[in-house]
């Protein structure tokens, strides 16, 4: 587990005078632990790329969604993508999956490249997407994009520039369009909510808010825990959330742990940061560790902060950077 790896590593991502020997040994051990392939990657994506390529596919291979976008960002391609180019629709591919494993960067990254290209419901679908996912000014891409997409004109044309994008998702699109427009019927909650139990979780998302902007508790946490069961990594957040403070239920920190739980598992980097800070209020520091430094190779950088402060805590404790190395 990733708590082997951090006590036997000692806080790789701040031990200076570890690091070098630190990663070697992450590379004999990646193959059971595909969280040290994203670290890998990482780590060579400045100094040498073809091994820092390997090492993303590596973690690609094994699910993880930022290792998806760490490589499509390292992968040749155009800054007009074209779908029939080998190394473009490569690139894409591995952008589709990121966004679609719940990496908001990777989102964003589709729905700027849709909107240049002029689809705009499948723009607003993928920046939707970024913005449910907390990407910084995720809303003001979205209204943006909804403001060229009336200038347009809004035609019920079902075109699409990814592979992924399908009927249900279009449907979304417009339904969004109405949401930020604020033409929205009483009509159009019951199609969100028919999608959403058909695991449309963009759809999902909204609906939630637009129940909880309406002081409908109990009926934005119903969304969520139909959201969670998709087992989407934001969406496990969210009902956790819920969960941790009342909100449309009763309080029940025990099993929002649980959800937090779950979500960080699947990739959801603040969850990571929760179960990290939950580890560390029980006294784990290693444990707190692993949790962080997972939540750190996904940008997350509050987790960086809390890392650093509780690596230098345990420098003062143990003097473990002194010691040689067995």
């Not at 591919?93 to 499948?122: F, T």
């Not at 009927?167 to 427009?181: D, S």
């Not at 430094?293 to 402060?309: I, Q, T």
Request: with cysteine; glycine share 6%.
């Amino acid at each position: 587990s990733w708590v082997s790896l951090s006590k036997k590593f000692n806080f790789i991502l701040f031990d200076d005078d570890k690091r070098s020997n630190t990663y070697s040994e992450l590379e004999i051990m990646e193959s059971n632990y595909p969280e040290a392939s994203l670290v890998l990657g990482q780590f060579y994506q400045h100094t040498n790329e073809q091994n820092a390529g390997y090492h993303f596919e590596l973690a690609a291979d094994a699910g993880i969604a930022q290792a998806h976008w760490d490589y499509a960002c390292m992968l040749p391609h155009s800054d007009d993508p074209d779908p029939t180019d080998e190394k473009d629709n490569l690139c894409m591919r591995y952008c589709l999956v990121a966004a679609e494993g719940g990496c908001p960067e990777a989102a964003n990254e589709v729905g700027k490249i849709c909107c240049q290209k002029g689809v705009y419901p499948e723009a607003v679908y993928w920046y939707g997407m970024a913005y449910e996912l907390e990407y910084p000014d995720g809303m003001i891409a979205l209204r943006k994009t909804v403001e060229e997409w009336l200038q347009h004109g809004v035609k019920n044309e079902d075109i699409k520039f990814t592979s992924t994008f399908n009927g249900r998702r279009n449907a979304t699109a417009f339904l969004l369009l109405k949401v930020l427009t604020q033409s929205i019927e009483s009509q159009d909650l019951d199609d969100l909510m028919k999608m959403t139990l058909q695991g449309e979780n963009l759809a999902g998302f909204f609906l939630a808010e637009l129940y909880e902007h309406n002081h409908d508790d109990a009926l934005a946490y119903k969304v969520y825990n139909a959201l969670a069961f998709e087992n989407h990594p934001h969406a496990l957040r969210c009902y956790a959330d819920m969960l941790a403070v009342g909100k449309g239920c009763n309080p029940n920190m025990a099993e929002a742990l649980r959800y937090y739980q779950m979500a960080a598992d699947a990739g959801n980097a603040p969850s990571m940061y929760i179960v990290g800070q939950h580890a560390e209020g029980k006294g784990d520091m290693y444990l707190a560790a692993s949790w962080y430094a997972k939540a750190v190779s996904r940008g997350y950088e509050l987790a960086a902060d809390r890392l650093k402060h509780l690596h230098d805590e345990m420098v003062s404790i143990s003097g473990y950077k002194q010691k040689e190395r067995p």
